[in-house]
């Protein structure tokens, strides 16, 4: 067995443990089986007739109002895969470091940068990935805060192993402020574009398009996306950058570091997208 503990510290040695002497596990606090081999991992990844990714008891079904796509099975799940899968294949996702989350990346730099320090997930990584999910989606701009309300309400839920009702209650009434992304999808309802959400809606779609019941719910669930990059990226970014805070009282140092900080940016900005 193995506690959320021991997997948040320093998981690694556990997890060698575990294939050692029982390489599929029972986590109490997770209420989930972990699965540590490689072959067994590659089973349950590959076997659909025995292995599931559909939860029923899932708080997520309750905040996000629906079912999200990772929790569908079957054509459920290959009808909304389809019709956006494109939108994030590794030569649109190139298009999209240029065309959106460059010039995101550039623009919110120039806000922060002035203060002289900054908390690099809060202040940078997380507003260049929801402004730049934001647009790619088709909510624009204006609903970058949205997502990033939601992906901080839902990293809540995903880590409520004790599943505390308060927190779910508290997650759901943050959900529940969708104005701006409901007024998009009628928006895009109606007047279809190149977006992600128009092709949610209108792609592969004989006559009426998608319900908001099949829409909604998997916009919510993808706000996750735009909390994750930002801490994996903020953990590059002070990897690649990390001359630049040998003296936090000397702002010069981060320019002089400039290379470092742009490569890190760039790789944080690319997978925030």
Request: contains cysteine.
């Amino acid at each position: 067995m193995v506690t959320i503990s021991e997997q948040e510290t320093d998981p690694y040695p556990a997890y060698a443990r575990l294939r050692r002497e029982e390489p599929v596990s029972w986590v109490p606090e997770a209420r989930q089986w972990l699965v540590t081999g490689w072959h067994d991992v590659h089973t349950v990844l590959t076997d659909t007739e025995r292995f599931t990714t559909d939860q029923p008891a899932s708080p997520m079904h309750g905040v996000c109002g629906g079912t999200p796509m990772l929790l569908r099975e079957g054509e459920s799940h290959q009808d909304v895969r389809e019709a956006f899968r494109h939108d994030y294949d590794a030569h649109r996702v190139n298009d999209y470091v240029d065309t959106i989350a460059r010039p995101v990346a550039h623009r919110v730099a120039d806000e922060v940068f002035p203060a002289g320090c900054a908390d690099l997930a809060a202040d940078y990584f997380e507003p260049v990935a929801a402004i730049a999910e934001a647009t790619l989606l088709g909510v624009g701009p204006g609903g970058a805060d949205t997502l990033r309300r939601w992906g901080q309400a839902l990293t809540k839920v995903a880590n409520n192993f004790g599943r505390d009702p308060a927190v779910d209650t508290e997650a759901a009434a943050v959900m529940a402020d969708d104005a701006a992304v409901t007024a998009a999808v009628q928006r895009l309802r109606e007047q279809p574009d190149g977006s992600v959400i128009s092709h949610l809606l209108h792609a592969n779609r004989r006559g009426e398009a998608q319900a908001d019941a099949d829409v909604l719910p998997v916009l919510k669930h993808i706000a996750l996306s735009v909390i994750e990059p930002a801490w994996l990226d903020s953990g590059g970014a002070v990897v690649g950058a990390g001359p630049a805070r040998r003296d936090p009282r000397r702002p010069d140092t981060a320019r002089r570091c400039g290379g470092a900080v742009r490569s890190a940016c760039w790789a944080g900005a690319r997978h925030g997208t």
